[in-house]
Each structure stands twice: as C-alpha cells, then as structure tokens.
C-alpha cells in the first residue's frame, strides 16, 4: 500500500467572505483539492493504444477538440497534444494508468498534490476571469464542457468550464495563494461570496 501526504489547502487562511453593503455577491469563490489529479501523455504513435487504456481504466475515452470527457466523478481534459488531466475520486488512479499505459506507451505523473482548483460560479463569473485573462470567453468560442490552457501573468491555468457561469481553476498549488489574491481582488468590483 502506498502512503501518500494528507492533502493541505494552500489556501485555508485566506478564503475570506466579501459581501459588499446592499447587494448580493454576483460570484462565488469556492476551493477544492483533486482526490486524484493525474497527467497522461502519449508517446508518438501511441495514441490509440493509450486512448484504450484510459477508457479500460476510468470507463470513458478523451474527447475530441477542446471538449472534456465526463462520466460519474471521472473528468477527462485535453492538456496538449496528446496529452490529458485526468481526475477522478479514487485515490489509486496514478497506480491503475501506470498499470495499464507502462512506459512504452507514454508517461503518468501524479499531479493531485501538485494543483488545486479555484472554482468560480454567478452571473460575472466570466467578467471576473476576461479581467486578467486574455481568452474570449463567449460561450460561442468557449462553449460549456470545454477545456482551454492558458495563464494569469506568469501563473498557469487549465480552464474547464463546467456551465455557462462556471468555471473549474486548475491552478499550481504553489501559486494559489497568488492566484486568489488576483481572483478575489477582481471579484471584489462584483462582490463575491465564498462557498
């Protein structure tokens, strides 16, 4: 049995609530830490056999284009060519990839530890991220489900955008705390709560 480091918030000391006098917040802030964050990326020519092997162990395939795969807690994301975050509820998913993928089809690394997720939800959540973050986020060019990589300053972000006022943050954990310092410092023009 593999023993593996209780999981921290990075940000436990700073998720204060900021309720603006006479208004309601139009965005809520929330964090969550990954049970399993895990990153598979296939070698050249592996894909195939390394899209099977994601399927045989989480039950779905990697979507095509920009577009996350779903099924019960297993969230399949593009990462790159070839390339995918894969999360999941069970712990022992990096085990079961390197079972399944080896090193002859590709490389996993084990991310859970590694990232968190800021998620931002309300009626300006896309006004709060199009602030600092220079992707359009219209849902024409960015529709629900999809996945795009991008960053805040020098601060890497994996975007999933979960409704069409919801977005999931996958964020280093090292940088969170600067990342929320951003992220609630712009929601503060909106007011934002945090959940």
């Known amino acids: 049995m593999v023993n ?27 964090e969550r830490l ?16 390394v899209h099977k092997a994601i399927s045989d162990v989480t039950g779905t395939r990697p979507a095509k284009g920009h577009a996350a795969a779903l ?12 390339r995918y975050l894969i999360e999941d509820e069970t712990e022992n998913l990096e085990i079961r990839l ?26 300006k959540a896309a006004w709060v991220l199009a602030s600092g973050i220079a992707i359009n986020f219209d849902p024409s060019a ?4 999809d996945v795009r990589l991008t960053h805040h300053h ?21 940088f969170a705390r600067g990342f929320w310092h951003w992220i609630s410092t712009a929601a ?3 007011g934002y709560s945090v959940g």
């Open 142 to 145: 960015f529709p629900v489900g």
């Open 154 to 174: 020098d601060i890497g972000v994996t975007i999933h955008r979960t409704a069409e006022d919801a977005f999931d943050l996958y964020v280093f954990t090292s």
């Open 188 to 190: 503060e023009e909106v």
């Open 34 to 49: 990954c049970d399993s964050l895990v990153q598979v990326q296939a070698w050249p020519g592996t894909m195939a056999k």
């Open 4 to 30: 593996t480091p209780d999981k921290v918030s990075p940000l436990a000391d700073l998720a204060m609530p900021n309720r603006p006098a006479g208004r309601q917040p139009q965005v809520e802030l929330s």
């Open 71 to 82: 099924k019960g807690p297993v969230c399949i994301m593009p990462a790159g060519p070839g």
């Open 98 to 123: 390197r079972a399944a993928i080896g090193a002859h089809l590709g490389a996993v690394t084990g991310l859970t530890h590694g990232r968190v997720v800021v998620a931002i939800r309300g009626e």
